[in-house]
């Protein structure tokens, strides 16, 4: 396990930091302004007015954090082809049909916001405390910045984040809270080739771990959702827990693999 800090550089975020040192029983680190990265820690959970943000101190790369108003996600929701993304099809969405979703896996959120940017509502669940602090950030940021924007608005009001164990939560559930679709993304197994990878997602991969539980979550999601369950893989792997899909949708590098319990509605 690397060795982690919680840092602020402005003692403006001292108290949050402080905060936060507590809950995850990290030590806190105020940095130098002028050598924000200078630490002898590996990584930092870094109060700043950019937001929240995961640094390394060990690797060049740049922070971790989410941003659900402006980059790629900004221009996904604007120009990522709709219900026409493979993604989108592989939930079911259609003109008639928009379910919700129970994300068991949500990561920093991206495919949860793709989700409710096509009008599914979401339950993100999130086990990792840092990921989910990171992710918790971005949303809190993205309603302050939907107060201007509309559209943004009906998005984040769709998504709530809950911190828990998946396997934990499903066991909560009655028949009755049974979402349309569950949707499982586990950490991606670490490819040998380590230049192939991102050094933000090795960093990621560091603090979260495998998912070594994943095969049990499914195994319990395949009684706990209406219609499917739809787990996404990397293309050329094998099935999660090496149990066979209903079929699978397959694009150059990710799969996504789907379990129909019933016919979508039409």
């Not at 971005?138 to 998504?159: H, N, T, W, Y």
Request: with cysteine; charged share 25%.
């Amino acid at each position: 396990m690397p060795d982690i800090i919680v840092s602020y550089t402005e003692s403006l975020f001292q108290q949050q930091a402080e905060e936060v040192s507590s809950l995850l029983h990290l030590p806190l680190v105020q940095l130098d302004k002028d050598k924000k990265n200078s630490s002898e820690a590996d990584y930092s959970v870094n109060f700043s007015s950019s937001g929240l943000r995961f640094l390394s101190h060990i690797q060049k790369h740049g922070p971790i954090f989410c941003d659900f108003v402006s980059g790629s996600h900004r221009h996904r929701r604007n120009f990522g082809g709709g219900n026409g993304q493979m993604i989108a099809k592989a939930i079911g969405i259609s003109g008639k049909f928009v379910p919700s979703v129970l994300d068991l896996t949500a990561g920093l959120g991206g495919d949860g916001f793709v989700l409710a940017s096509l009008g599914c509502t979401l339950q993100l669940i999130e086990r990792n405390p840092i990921v989910y602090l990171l992710l918790r950030d971005g949303l809190d940021r993205a309603l302050v910045a939907s107060q201007e924007d509309p559209k943004l608005a009906q998005i984040i009001q769709r998504i709530n984040l809950l911190a828990n164990e998946s396997a934990n939560y499903l066991d909560t559930l009655s028949e009755s809270d049974y979402p349309d679709v569950i949707y499982l993304d586990p950490m991606f197994p670490a490819r040998k080739k380590s230049a192939q990878v991102k050094k933000e997602m090795q960093a990621l991969h560091q603090i979260v771990g495998s998912d070594d539980d994943a095969s049990s979550v499914l195994e319990r999601a395949l009684t706990k959702a209406k219609y499917r369950i739809v787990v996404k893989r990397p293309a050329h792997s094998n099935y999660l827990g090496m149990i066979k899909p209903s079929y699978s949708l397959e694009g150059k590098s990710t799969r996504y693999d789907i379990f129909t319990i019933q016919k979508i509605p039409k």
